[in-house]
Structures are given as structure tokens and as C-alpha cells.
T-cell receptor, first 112, second 113 residues
């Protein structure tokens, strides 16, 4: 059974801090690892990492895939209150129709 | 932009009622999915469909059924709602050839009394 584990489950930091969120996985036929941000509604896509693209960066957010360690990190620098959200890690395996296996999420709270 | 629309944002139903949750996508995606999201449990896959009239069970299909009569529409059915089906339900879609990115609807928050 595919498994995705995120840590920590919750995190409270102050505005301006840098945070690192972790995701580890055990899946058969790894295809991709995705990060989503969820505020009060639908998850919104952040990054997708695959064997051919193990590092992604967008503004203050960046992510790295470590295929040897079967894990990924999501870094957020100079955090802002708008970064408060649940961050979901998901892994795609097998065929494209199989959907994604999600971790339980990291609930990040940024205090002013 | 891809749009996945869920017909009801909030529903309140009574135990034993039949519940329909509708989802429509406008990007001609082959694959569609229903997840439920609960605190501490994350997103769990209920059912998915990779083509019209095709459906596959996900990790937690018990108590649910689905219908996909048209490519753009995927319905989740609770034949007899129970209180443990109180949850946030998320519909998603994707291309079949893609490496996995899902496009999500806004969610339907169902409360069963």
C-alpha cells in the first residue's frame, strides 16, 4: 500500500521566519511528487517534481526531491501571514488514472 | 484556466437520506476523482473514473457509489447517508497522459445529522 508521511503535522512560526516542511513516501512505480497549498477551499497547485525535475523554485517557495531518500522538502523563506495554510504533499504512482496518494498535511500558522 | 465546479458548497442532510454530489469539469479531462478530507486523516480517495461509464474503487468506497454518464460530469452518491459521512468532499480531474497533477473543485461540505 502506498504511503506518504508529512512532518511536522502543525507548525507555528513568526512572520519573517524560514520554514521547512518534510514529506517522505513509500510507493511502487514512483511517477511524481506534488505540493499543494490549501487555505479555506480547494487545494491549489504549487510544484510537481519528477525524476527529470528534482528542484523547483517560485518566489519565496522552493522544493527539492531526493529520490535516494524517498523524500522531499518544501522551503518557505521570509514567511508572511498569507502563507498560513495546510500544505499537502501527494505522490503519483502507477498509471495516470490512479490519482494521487496524499499525506495528512502540515498545518502552518504564521503569526504577525 | 481549468475549472472544476462542484454544485453544492454546503449541504445538511438527515441520516438515511440519499445524497447526490455533482462535479463538472470543462477541460475535457479523461480522469475524475472523488476524495473526502477529514481533520487528522488528510485526503482519501473514494472512487475514480478514467472514462465515461468506467469507475474504479479507491481506498474507502464503502457507503458510496458514483456515476459518469458524460465525460465532463462525475457524481458521487450516498445511498443512505450516515453521520460518519459528515466530511468535506473534493472532486478533482486530470489528463490521462499527465504525470499526476490534479485540478480540484471548491469542495462540498456535507453534514449528516
Amino acid at each position: 500500500e502506498d504511503k506518504v508521511v508529512q512532518s511536522p503535522l502543525s507548525l507555528v512560526v513568526h512572520e519573517g521566519d524560514t520554514v521547512t516542511l518534510n514529506c517522505s513516501y513509500e510507493v511502487t512505480n514512483f511517477r511524481s511528487l506534488l505540493w499543494y497549498k490549501q487555505e479555506k477551499k480547494a487545494p491549489t497547485f504549487l510544484f510537481m517534481l519528477t525524476s527529470s525535475g528534482i528542484e523547483k523554485k517560485s518566489g519565496r517557495l522552493s522544493s527539492i526531491l531526493d529520490k535516494k531518500e524517498l523524500s522531499s522538502i518544501l522551503n518557505i523563506t521570509a514567511t508572511q501571514t498569507g502563507d498560513s495554510a495546510i500544505y499537502l504533499c501527494a505522490v503519483g504512482s502507477g498509471g495516470g488514472a490512479d490519482g494521487l496518494t496524499f499525506g495528512k498535511g502540515t498545518h502552518l500558522i504564521i503569526q504577525p | 484556466d481549468v475549472k472544476v465546479t462542484q454544485s453544492s458548497r454546503y449541504l445538511v442532510k438527515r441520516t438515511g437520506e440519499k445524497v447526490f454530489l455533482e462535479c463538472v469539469q470543462d477541460m475535457d479531462h479523461e480522469n475524475m476523482f472523488w476524495y473526502r478530507q477529514d481533520p487528522g486523516l488528510g485526503l482519501r480517495l473514494i472512487y475514480f473514473s478514467y472514462d465515461v461509464k468506467m469507475k474504479e474503487k479507491g481506498d474507502i468506497p464503502e457507503g458510496y457509489s458514483v456515476s459518469r454518464e458524460k465525460k465532463e460530469r462525475f457524481s458521487l452518491i450516498l445511498e443512505s447517508a450516515s453521520t460518519n459521512q459528515t466530511s468535506m468532499y473534493l472532486c478533482a480531474s486530470s489528463f490521462s497522459h499527465d504525470t499526476g497533477e490534479l485540478f480540484f473543485g471548491e469542495g462540498s461540505r456535507l453534514t449528516v445529522l
